[in-house]
């Protein structure tokens, strides 16, 4: 497609705006989720109370009105509550009434039925891949923000992704800004302290089973079975778990079935693996594939007694209330057990979630993205939407300092207002008491004059990050991730991270995987899978709905005779689909996705005298023991090879 030049006045100032990264970061994960309600497409005021009016006597915007935001990437459904809301209408007169495909039965369903209605929403969060933003844009359903942002300071500080993200639509324009936009290299991790995928166990009940070792994925499995036995009730008395699944973010497979593949350095596009260093593609249905035996994994899990009956029925919210009350003692995510459990108290008991290392991994890991991730996710004005240029306004802000910190979500770092959460002392950021509490997962309640309600309710149900939360304000230099921050290394003495770090021998996750080779970063490109033609789309959905419904039959088999009959059935069932067809289109764009891959390491190679492929040896994270605060962790681990895709799973699929 034709390179588009835009057409956007900016200062001298802004043309001279960098940011500076702030090297490696990344830990728990809040969940932004609260009840939520299947519905069809229309949407509810959320149980947890109306949003607070908040005293908008300074807003520049007069008339209160309900902003309609289809959002592909919430798992929440209904009028955003709390203390977000309050700031949402305290600066825009506002209400946020969320549209969540993943609430409303998932797939594409409602996606299709608004867009045929003409109207998908006043903000659309929605991923640009397979030509959706194109069809947006010939279907009339979204708008050219060009006029409307050309004043803004905070969107044109990424004109290199937006212009990159133009290149997807044929008309002139800007449509849609891409999401997770950084200024650090491509081949610096993304996650910060954590990776994304990893083994997290309940670390007391590691300890209790004696810390063993595992060698392999299926040698976890054992492991498990000691723990659970170890610990068999929950803080609450229930029967504890090693395993709990659910359905919500299905989309080509079996998301839960997903993190043990990328253990080994794999990630999904379409129906491939691909490794993150290119050097395998795989169907996802070969025998031998690292999904199968993803699936064999938890249907030993299941035969052992490790999984929970509950994972056929539940969602996400009643998971993640029982990884809060300790009923469940592995999780696929950092963020997943470390946000619900890790709170000061249990840490202070040496109670939590922790890495474990599997001796022959390899985690898959996600660079930072310079030309965003539009891909998964980019956001847009709705052609009828009531007050564009307000929706501009509120977008804009949505790319600034105080609108990236406030924007804490599932997938985020970031912590919050300022104020509440965390301040500034002698030049530092620091977490505030409150922000200790509510960052790691005690339920707590705000404080009337930011909002009330409870801190977990309040949090944006957007679940949308605009600017990589490894980034830095640019006018502070404060890097948005606050796990990162000296002042909170430097809390690190529970008896918990104590134990970790005797028994591990390093002071965090990503100083271990470093140290020990165990990381493949996979380059952010920010390429975007092409549209498809209809036939390919139609043998699409049908392959997927097979390959999740055997997945799910797989895993809760009765014997391993009938796995591995449900095994062939799928096989055969899939061929009669023309899967083969689908599968040969998705290895092309594998490999286009490796290509762009290599050149975007090349061109920030170019710009930036090589620094794309330093390696992190020097910006490993200690804690104030060391005294190396300025010393962070960096992700990368001495990652020279190109790599392959990278579609960010944590999210829901569409």
């Known amino acids: 497609m034709k390179k588009k030049v835009i057409s956007v006045i900016l200062s001298a100032l802004l043309a001279a705006t960098a940011f500076a990264g702030c090297g490696s970061d990344k830990g728990s994960e809040n969940s932004a989720s609260s009840e939520t309600e299947k519905a069809a497409g229309t949407t509810e005021t959320a149980d947890s109370g109306e949003a607070p009016q908040g005293d908008a006597s300074d807003s520049q915007y007069e008339d209160f009105i309900t902003v309609d935001v289809f959002d592909s990437q919430s798992n929440y459904q209904g009028i955003q509550s709390g203390w977000f809301a309050k700031i949402v209408k305290d600066k825009f007169n506002m209400e946020l009434n969320i549209i969540a495909p993943n609430v409303a039965g998932g797939g594409d369903t409602l996606f299709q039925t608004r867009s045929a209605a003409g109207d998908l929403g006043d903000i659309i969060i929605t991923g640009a891949a397979n030509g959706r933003l194109q069809n947006l844009v010939t279907a009339g359903l979204v708008m050219d923000m060009t006029d409307l942002l050309k004043d803004k300071e905070n969107i044109h500080r990424y004109d290199s992704a937006i212009e990159k993200t133009a290149e997807l639509v044929e008309e002139d324009g800007i449509y849609a800004i891409p999401s997770e936009v950084s200024s650090n290299s491509p081949t610096t991790s993304s996650e910060g302290l954590e ?13 209790a089973a004696g810390y063993p070792e595992v060698n392999t994925l299926e040698d976890l499995l054992p492991v498990l079975q000691k723990m659970q036995e170890s610990v068999p009730e929950s803080d609450s008395g229930k029967k504890t778990y090693a395993i709990s699944l659910f359905k919500d973010w299905d989309g080509n497979l079996m998301t839960n079935a997903k993190p043990e593949a990328s253990l080994y350095g794999y990630d999904e596009i379409g129906f491939v693996l691909a490794k993150a260093d290119g050097s395998d593609y795989q169907s996802l249905i070969e025998s031998d594939s690292p999904y199968i035996r993803s699936l064999k994994f938890l249907f030993d899990a299941n035969q052992m007694g490790l999984v929970d009956p509950e994972s056929t029925t539940q969602n996400y919210d009643t998971l993640f209330t029982k990884y809060q009350d300790g009923q469940i003692l592995f999780a696929p995510y950092a963020w997943l057990g470390q946000g619900a459990y890790n709170t000061e108290a249990n840490k202070t008991e040496g109670k939590g979630f922790m890495f474990v290392p599997v001796k022959d991994e390899t985690i898959f890991s996600y660079g930072c993205q310079v030309n965003g991730n539009a891909q998964n996710c980019c956001i847009m004005i709705g052609s009828k939407a009531e007050d564009p240029q307000r929706m501009a306004d509120f977008i804009d802000w949505l790319y600034s300092p105080e609108g990236v910190m406030d924007s804490c979500a599932q997938t985020a770092n970031t912590c919050g207002p300022e104020g509440l ?115 390919i789309t139609t043998l699409r959905g049908q392959c997927k709905a097979s390959i999740v419904e055997y997945s799910w039959k797989m895993v809760f088999a009765s014997d391993e005779d009938e796995f591995n009959s449900l095994l062939d059935e799928m096989q055969t069932t899939l061929k009669g689909l023309d899967y083969e067809k689908v599968l040969e289109y998705d290895m092309e764009c594998a490999k286009a996705q490796n290509d762009a891959r290599v050149e975007v390491v090349e061109t920030y190679e170019a710009e930036n005298g090589n620094a794309a492929t330093e390696t992190a040896a020097d910006d490993k994270a200690d804690t104030a023991a060391d005294g190396a605060a300025d010393d962070k962790a960096d992700t990368a681990a001495e990652n020279d090879t190109t790599a392959d895709t990278a579609t960010d799973d944590v999210e829901a699929e569409e």
């Open 421 to 535: 959460t965390w301040e500034v002392q002698d030049g530092q950021p620091v977490l505030t008491d409150f922000g200790k509490q509510a960052l790691y997962g005690e339920a707590v309640n705000v404080p009337d004059e930011w909002g009330g309600g409870s801190w977990k309710d309040g949090v944006s149900a957007l679940n949308y990050k605009a600017v990589n939360q490894l980034d830095s304000d640019p006018n502070t230099g404060i890097c948005y991730d606050y796990t990162t921050w000296d002042s909170v290394l430097e809390s690190q003495t529970s008896e918990l991270t104590k134990d970790w770090q005797e028994k591990m021998g390093a002071q965090t996750t990503m100083d271990y995987l470093a140290d020990n080779n165990q990381i493949l970063v996979a380059p952010g490109s920010g390429y975007v899978v092409p549209e498809e033609d209809s036939q």
């Open 195 to 207: 990776p994304n995928y990893g083994v997290y166990v309940r670390w007391d009940a590691y300890k």
